[in-house]
């Protein structure tokens, strides 16, 4: 199949790219999920499951970390505490502005 594109106008060529872009990402979708579905076949012929094979654990996503223990808490809403860790508080951030030391906060 061959298309003249000379003959074609800008919008019709855009719509074409969009057209061609939309394809490719459901092609490629199609592929790996054909992809797993052989990997995993494959897998069961051994008795593991795909995960096994992978190391990742069935049910989780991306890596898992624990979060920090509160370091510091707002006196005036103690429901409003910081790890130390990260971007400031506003709370933090107003009481630095007038000149209290972080230490007032400590847990």
């Known amino acids: 199949m061959k298309i003249d594109l000379s003959k074609m106008k800008r919008k019709e060529l855009e719509q074409l790219r969009a057209?061609?872009?939309?394809?490719?990402?459901?092609?490629?979708a199609r592929d790996l999920k054909e992809a797993r579905d052989k990997a995993a076949k494959i897998a069961a012929e051994h008795g593991f499951t795909l995960d096994?094979?992978?190391?990742?654990?069935?049910g989780r996503?991306?890596?898992?970390?624990?979060k920090a223990p509160a370091?510091?808490?707002n006196p005036k809403d103690p429901t409003q505490t910081w790890s130390g860790r990260g971007r400031r508080p506003k709370w933090i951030v107003d009481a630095e502005a007038k000149g209290q030391s972080l230490d007032k906060f400590l847990i």
């Not at 057209?19 to 490629?28: S, T």
């Not at 996503?61 to 624990?66: L, P």
């Open 52 to 58: 096994e094979l992978t190391g990742k654990a069935s």
């Open 19 to 28: 057209d061609i872009d939309k394809e490719l990402e459901q092609a490629a």
């Open 71 to 73: 370091k510091y808490r």
């Open 61 to 66: 996503k991306g890596r898992q970390t624990s």
